[in-house]
């Protein structure tokens, strides 16, 4: 398996444009993690669905923020409009199961000038 | 007060050293307990679990304190591939959330 697979794995926008990233989980993993990870805060999880259906968004940080997952092997994160504070690493997580090993992406960095 | 708390580092210890890395939680209804390696601009890896009794892998030895509600990580004869940020994680189960909740890491850099 090619474990989990997230575009792009840099991005570089201007303030106040729409940013999206993408995530492809293993397959057959039945949840699915977005995580944000900066050196003020350290990883922090933004939000996380079990068979494509949000569970807990409580870390979303406002209503800039906005996850889909419109199928088993597709999940986007979006921010619109974007915010020089939203520069980060934005990590992708799957598993099997709620309390199994949680697989993570190579991540995307974004950078908001 | 931070959930999960870490010495940040870094430790700069020599090749075969023995470094030990200390972690403390808040939550006192934390349930499992992990540590994950994190390579520089890299993704965070499981390294172990972390049971109850302790336990060992190979070079590594994870301890649990509830009482105290501490973790611990030692490494013996470091290798220079040891060279990473080590995050304490645990987890606590409610209300049908499994949220892991990630300390910020102590970083470690092994010297030749």
């Known amino acids: 398996d090619a474990g989990v697979i997230q575009s792009p794995r840099h991005e570089v926008t201007e303030m106040g444009q729409e940013v999206t990233l993408r995530c492809k989980p293993i397959?057959?993993?039945?949840?699915l993690f977005w995580y944000r990870q900066t050196m003020m805060r350290g990883l922090e999880l933004l939000i996380y669905?079990?068979?494509?259906?949000?569970?807990?968004d409580s870390g979303m940080p406002e209503d800039r923020f906005s996850a889909k997952m419109p199928n088993a092997s597709f999940s986007t994160l979006k921010i619109q409009p974007s915010e020089p504070r939203d520069s980060a690493v934005y990590f992708c997580?799957?598993?099997?199961?709620?309390?199994?090993?949680?697989?993570f992406g190579a991540g995307t960095r974004l950078s908001v000038l | 007060r931070k959930e999960v708390e870490q010495d940040p580092g870094p430790f700069n210890v020599p090749e075969g050293a023995t470094v030990a890395f200390n972690c403390t939680y808040s939550?006192?209804?934390?349930?499992?307990f992990f540590w994950y390696r994190q390579d520089c601009r890299k993704e965070p890896k499981l390294l172990m679990s972390?049971?109850?009794s302790g336990n060992e892998d190979g070079r590594f030895t994870a301890q649990l304190n509830r009482a105290s509600q501490y973790i611990s990580l030692l490494i013996r004869d470091s290798k220079l591939s040891d060279s990473a940020t080590y995050l304490c994680?645990?987890?606590?189960?409610?209300?049908?959330?499994?949220?892991?909740?990630f300390g910020k890491g102590t970083k470690l850099s092994v010297i030749p």
């Open positions: 997580a799957s598993s099997l199961g709620p309390q199994n090993i949680q697989y």
């Open positions: 397959s057959g993993h039945d949840y």
């Open positions: 669905f079990n068979n494509n259906v949000p569970i807990d």
């Open positions: 939550n006192s209804a934390s349930q499992s």
């Open positions: 972390v049971y109850s």
């Open positions: 994680v645990v987890r606590v189960v409610g209300a049908g959330s499994y949220q892991l909740t």
